[in-house]
C-alpha cells in the first residue's frame, strides 16, 4: 500500500454541539509531489493524481477509514458506517468526517487535537494501491512521462485509477501545502468566532 499526500490539500477541526469533533478535508487533482529528487545519477520523480481517480473506491461497498498516522489502530472515522462522506469534483475529493465523543474521547484523539492546534500535525495522506492488470490494464490505471525540458528533466507518474484504503493526518505529508487547518471556535454573545492558520508541509 503507497501512502501520499497533496500539493493544496487542507483540512478544517472544528467543535462539535455533541461534544465531539467535525474534520473537513480536501484533497485536490492535477498537483504534483517531487518523491525523489533523483540522487547524483538519477533522475527526480514526481507525481500527481488525475480528477475521478478513486471513483471506484467511492463507489464500491469496501470501507475507506480516516486515520492517525497510517494506523488502523487510531481510526476517527469511516466511509461505511457514515461518519466520513465524500464528494468528488473535478478538482479536489473533499470529505466531512464526524469525530463522535467517544472516540474523540479516546487518547490518540485528544493527541491529534492538540497537535494539530499547536501546528505540529497539519498534513493529510492517502494510502493506497494502484488496481491490478487483470482488472484495470496498467496503460489505462497510470502513465509515466517526461517532464518538460523548459521546466526540468523529471519523470512525472499520473494515476488515474487508484484504490484509496484510507486518508491519513499526518506531520509530513508528500506534497507541497498538503495542510491542516485547524479552526479553534469560540462561543460569543454575537456568534461564533473561528481564527485560520494556513499551513504548509513537504512530506519525507
Known sequence: ?????????????????????????????NKRAVLSDGGR???????QFAPGAFTYSLEAPADIHLLVGHSFDRPLASKNNGTLVFNDTPEALTFDAEIVPEVADTSYA???????????????SPGFRIPPPAAVPLEEAET???????????????????????????TRPAYDEATVEARNWQTTPSGIIVPTH?????RL
Open 198 to 202: 494556513h499551513l504548509n508541509r513537504w
Open 110 to 124: 485528544q493527541d491529534l487535537f492538540a497537535l494539530i492546534t499547536s501546528r505540529l500535525v497539519f498534513g493529510l
Open 1 to 29: 500500500m503507497l501512502t501520499g499526500g497533496f500539493e493544496g490539500s487542507t483540512l478544517e477541526l472544528r467543535a462539535s454541539r455533541n461534544g465531539g469533533r467535525r474534520i473537513r478535508g480536501r484533497f485536490p487533482y
Open 41 to 47: 545519477t538519477g533522475r527526480p520523480r514526481k507525481e
Open 144 to 170: 509515466v512521462e517526461e517532464e518538460p525540458p523548459s521546466l526540468g528533466r523529471a519523470l512525472i507518474r499520473t494515476i488515474f485509477q487508484a484504490i484509496l484504503f484510507e486518508l491519513s493526518i499526518v
